[in-house]
């Protein structure tokens, strides 16, 4: 059992000690429940959860291609959707299991097993959508609306709950085991109506996106007979999303209302689930693999299949081989951040920095806002030693990306390998700060504080940031207390 597995069992059963919930006194569908729990609190109980799933769980897949993926799908979506400025963040989670779930706050996580499942980027768009919708319509303040008469400790609690609940029906089923479980069992899947309705919002955000709309109906037909087919198959996402003959006939009625176009599937698409791929099992098993698609010609892309096949290789770490299959890949000119990547990354571990650079340099000027990119390149010039330009990079993109926890740790590590010693810890608590961690966040300021190199104008910035975040230690301690 994983880490965040274990917190959210512990905390389940809290939230059941503490929190009687009824259907009965949720807000009518339609109503935002924002005077019950505001988007405020409803963010703050969802970044604590993602901290302790994205920077202590081991089942957090940290893919920078395939988030990068991830939230360029989600976020065209959220731009359809009937809220598009509440702000998402989608995250991976190692998990075979066909599952994706909202989070309070719009995080949105998503299993593995869902990416590899999808037969087309339509269906991966529907299920997204469908969630999406969760968050837009508030679907989680609901759950948790009773929750406030304990205050924010069972609200987070409840959350946690029912984040246990959708991410792993084991732990959840556990924990509830004589625990008032008839109290809350109504509550750990999405009712029925909220269903119909992230149904419905989900099928219009899917049109307006661009994507077939018969890609939602068309997976959850699928899933549902692939559970009658195969027994341990998606049972936690259909335990959660209770899927009725009802709302599968509702999505094929809406469905047959709007003319049929087909919409191709992007490179990204392709590329993520052959990377996805080729990533499971062991690297030789993940290189057979691949070779027998190519073989025997059971591709839908052949390009993505050298992509895949490339990726495997570098598992292996047989770089000619890898960097081989993939330029057979890119003969087919296919653009994509992905491919540029990857090819920068085998010349940089072929010990060709010279290119490998020139090949950043390349793919940054086609593709600067790629965060996958802007990591490898500033990973990169960490790696080949060159400190102070990757000091200058990071500084360059935190102003672009101020809250990227990956971008401070790069600047920690320039600034270690300039030797400056008080500026490393100042940039460490920074990445403490975003992880949640204001007392490591301290500790690092008081590091610097007692380095000796920083000047008088680095020195004041220092202890200016200690004294705001001992207030924000002394804030937090005080906001427990009123819990």
């Not at 909202?102 to 980027?121: F, R, T, W």
């Not at 246990?164 to 009712?191: E, K, P, T, Y």
């Not at 057979?288 to 025997?296: I, T, V």
Request: glycine residues 8%; aromatic residues 8%.
């Amino acid at each position: 059992m994983s880490l965040i597995q274990r917190f959210v069992s512990a905390l389940l059963i809290l939230s059941l000690a503490f929190t009687s919930l009824h259907a009965n006194d949720l807000p009518e569908l339609g109503d935002v429940a924002s005077n019950e729990l505001s988007l405020a609190t409803e963010k703050k109980i969802g970044q604590q959860i993602i901290n302790e799933i994205r920077w202590r769980d081991p089942a957090y897949l940290d893919d920078p291609d395939v988030e990068a993926y991830l939230n360029q799908l989600g976020g065209q979506l959220a731009a359809a959707s009937n809220d598009p400025g509440l702000g998402f963040y989608f995250f991976l989670i190692n998990d075979q299991s066909i599952n994706a779930f909202a989070m309070p706050g719009g995080y949105i996580g998503v299993h593995v097993g869902l990416i590899l499942s999808a037969q087309s980027e339509s269906e991966l768009a529907g299920v997204l959508a469908h969630e999406i919708s969760h968050v837009t319509q508030r679907h989680i303040s609901r759950q948790l609306y009773n929750s406030k008469q304990v205050g924010m400790a069972s609200m987070l609690a409840m959350g946690l709950a029912l984040l246990a609940a959708r991410s792993s029906g084991q732990v959840a089923g556990a924990a509830i085991v004589g625990a008032q479980a008839g109290a809350i069992s109504s509550q750990l899947a999405f009712s029925r109506d909220f269903e119909r309705e992230a149904d419905r919002m989900g099928f219009d955000t899917l049109s307006r996106a661009g994507f077939d709309v018969r890609g939602m109906g068309g997976f959850f037909e699928r899933l549902q007979k692939s559970v009658r087919l195969y027994e341990n198959n998606a049972t936690v996402y259909l335990r959660t999303h209770p899927l009725t003959g009802e709302r599968l006939s509702d999505m094929q009625n809406r469905e047959q209302a709007v003319a049929y176009r087909q919409v191709a599937d992007s490179p990204e698409f392709l590329l993520t689930r052959a990377k996805l791929r080729a990533m499971q099992g062991t690297a030789q098993e993940a290189i057979s693999d691949f070779e027998g698609l190519l073989r025997d010609k059971k591709y839908s892309s052949e390009w993505a299949a050298y992509f895949g096949l490339s990726v495997a290789l570098a598992r292996h770490r047989d770089w000619p081989a890898a960097e081989s299959a993939l330029l057979n890949a890119k003969k087919f000119t296919v653009a994509s951040a992905m491919l540029e990547r990857q090819l920068a990354e085998i010349k940089l571990a072929q010990g060709d920095s010279v290119r490998a650079m020139v090949l950043y340099d390349e793919a940054m000027l086609r593709y600067p806002l790629n965060l996958a990119l802007i990591y490898g390149n500033g990973e990169a010039l960490i790696k080949l030693r060159r400190f102070g330009a990757a000091l200058n990079f990071c500084e360059a993109q935190l102003r672009n990306h101020p809250q990227d926890v990956r971008l401070h740790k790069m600047r920690a590590e320039s600034y270690a390998g300039l030797g400056r010693i008080a500026l490393q810890h100042l940039a460490l608590s920074e990445v403490f700060a975003l992880q949640g961690q204001t007392a490591g966040a301290i500790e690092q300021l008081q590091f610097a504080r007692s380095a000796g190199d920083a000047n008088f104008y680095e020195q004041s910035a220092i202890d200016a940031r200690l004294r705001e975040l001992q207030k924000r230690l002394a804030d937090e301690h005080q906001e427990k207390r009123n819990w």
